[in-house]
């Protein structure tokens, strides 16, 4: 029944929904920015943004105000562009090799960035040139040209579905780099070495500044405007390549576009923040349960709750355990597998 109300309200009152998806955006940054290690009230917050965004001139404690406008509000607003990314981009993947355990790292992304910001950090590659964030978009860049070009090798060699080929390759590369990574670091690192980077692996977002931002926020606008534009390409191939290709839609081309602008997508936000699990894989599956499977709604409605899905576990990595913050990758995982076998049973019920 809420379910139904919602696409009620979408269906007939759409800037009336627009307009509650972006209030519920900025409470949920609000929330991200005012609960951490230390607390702080939401009026303070809210100056604080007014001072930062429109110079305004409450009096706030300079520490306070860096803080907030510095360091919270930077991590939350790149929270949020990392949870969008990785759900459009995961509903994408989902969509084109009609598979539902597909997500962003089956393309070996994740493990390529991991290769490359650990052969910056620990190996000395490039080093007092490449940082370890441009490091690791090099290497997801270069997982994901291994991966297409051995997916391309095998189509050539054997008949199949594309998709198939794409799938077999990015468990290939997966392994290859996640091999190469736990290589240098087995023979170059030190024990604080091999620390920070594992964490890093795992998901950091203390490093994110304006700068993060800077650049999340337009590759998610053009990764998001990408897919709404291809909705209904989306939306036949979820009956098949075949029918696709029946009303008049370039299968190989569109399939070659999205996955390569949506694995850029990804490769940007995982050189940030490293890697993140279960985004991609469970917000597509919430969605399509409460908006259907039409991709023109379901494209902005993952990108609205895998940001606010990240937040949240931001909040959650930052005061589960007191005094210490966790790597989110760690909590998106023990929140998003109960999750996704839930949504598992309910789809077996059905």
């Not at 209030?23 to 917050?45: K, R």
Request: hydrophobic share 60%.
């Amino acid at each position: 029944m809420p379910f139904q109300l919602l696409n009620g309200v979408m269906s007939r009152h759409p800037f009336l929904f627009v307009l509650l998806t972006v209030l519920v955006l900025l409470a949920a940054i609000t929330t991200g920015v005012a609960v951490g290690e230390t607390n702080i009230d939401f009026t303070t917050v809210v100056q604080a943004i007014a001072n930062g965004a429109f110079g305004a001139d409450y009096p706030i404690h300079p520490i306070d105000q860096g803080v907030i406008w510095n360091y919270r509000l930077t991590r939350t607003l790149v929270a949020a562009c990392c949870g969008a990314a990785l759900a459009v981009t995961g509903l994408v993947l989902q969509s084109l090799l009609r598979n539902a355990l597909a997500d962003p790292y089956l393309l070996g992304i994740s493990a390529g960035a991991s290769t490359g910001a650990v052969m910056v950090t620990i190996a000395g590659v490039g080093i007092g040139v490449l940082s370890m964030s441009f490091g690791a978009l090099l290497g997801a860049i270069l997982a994901f040209g291994f991966v297409m070009l051995l997916s391309a090798l095998a189509s050539k060699r054997r008949s199949g579905n594309i998709s198939t080929q794409i799938i077999l390759a990015g468990i290939a590369g997966s392994q290859l780099f996640n091999a190469l990574t736990a290589f240098v670091i087995a023979k170059s690192a030190n024990a604080e070495q091999a620390r920070g980077i594992m964490f890093w692996l795992l998901g950091n977002l203390s490093g994110a500044r304006w700068q993060e931002v800077s650049v999340a926020v337009p590759v998610l606008i053009a990764g998001l405007a990408l897919v709404i534009w291809h909705a209904r390409s989306l939306d036949a191939f979820l009956f098949g390549s075949d029918a696709a290709a029946s009303i008049g839609i370039s299968v190989r081309r569109v399939q070659v576009f999205l996955i390569f602008g949506t694995a850029m997508m990804t490769a940007v936000m995982v050189s940030m923040v490293g890697a993140i699990g279960f985004v991609g894989l469970v917000i597509p599956h919430a969605a399509r349960f409460i908006f259907g499977s039409s991709h023109l709604i379901l494209a902005p409605a993952c990108a609205v709750i895998g940001a606010l899905f990240l937040i949240f576990c931001d909040i959650g990595s930052r005061i589960v355990i007191p005094g210490q913050v966790l790597p989110i990758g760690v909590v998106t995982a023990l929140i998003g597998a109960p999750c996704f076998a839930l949504v598992l049973i309910r789809g077996q019920k059905q």
